[in-house]
């Protein structure tokens, strides 16, 4: 019988998070309280609990804003350090409030797709999965643009699947002051508890 496939969960967290400091954050975005733990604690409680593969990527010392920054390499170095992966689900580490049936849900269709762009309410939202296929084009990625062009790339060759959940977390993220305050709200609501249905199809 061959292995389940569970591809890695690649969590973001490698930014700056100046527009967090601009609106009176005073410490790093991913470091701020939320609930019971960090932001970023909070998104690795999904991915453990998603019981899929993670590799975190953390800021580089040393490196400024230049080729060598931003989301495209950061998503690059993510992909590199995990050359054996089934594939990869690319989260920001600034999504607390996404839940861990989100995670399986995209890494299940990704077993059939080359490219799944979660969805919910109208909304894009992460993690975004790309199976093998994409790899070297993942590789490839420079600067702050993210992989947007390697999913319209897909889009366009009718590669890419559009899941449909009913998670608002996955396109919650935390930019400002006022976005974790909205966090902390939602998760005291007891609405972004672990378990609770997400829906998916």
Do not use: N
């Amino acid at each position: 019988m061959p292995p389940p496939f569970k591809p890695t969960v690649v969590v973001l967290a490698a930014g700056h998070g100046r527009r967090f400091a601009h609106s009176g954050g005073t410490t790093y975005k991913l470091d701020a309280m939320l609930g019971d733990g960090t932001v970023l604690a909070q998104v690795l409680r999904s991915v453990v609990a998603s019981g899929l593969p993670c590799h975190v990527v953390r800021r580089a010392e040393g490196v400024s804003s230049s080729g060598m920054d931003g989301m495209g390499y950061s998503i690059a170095r993510g992909v590199a350090a995990t050359p054996d992966a089934d594939g990869w689900l690319i989260l920001p580490g600034d999504l607390p409030l996404v839940r861990a049936q989100s995670l399986v849900a995209v890494a299940q269709s990704l077993a059939t797709h080359a490219v799944v762009v979660p969805q919910c309410g109208g909304q894009h939202g992460h993690p975004v999965g790309f199976g093998r296929t994409c790899r070297e084009a993942l590789l490839q990625l420079q600067g702050d643009t993210g992989a947007s062009a390697i999913v319209r790339a897909h889009r366009q060759a009718g590669t890419a699947h559009s899941l449909l959940l009913d998670d608002p977390g996955i396109a919650i993220d935390i930019d400002t002051c006022d976005d974790l305050a909205r966090a902390q709200a939602l998760l005291a609501s007891g609405a972004f508890a672990q378990g609770a249905s997400d829906g998916k199809r």
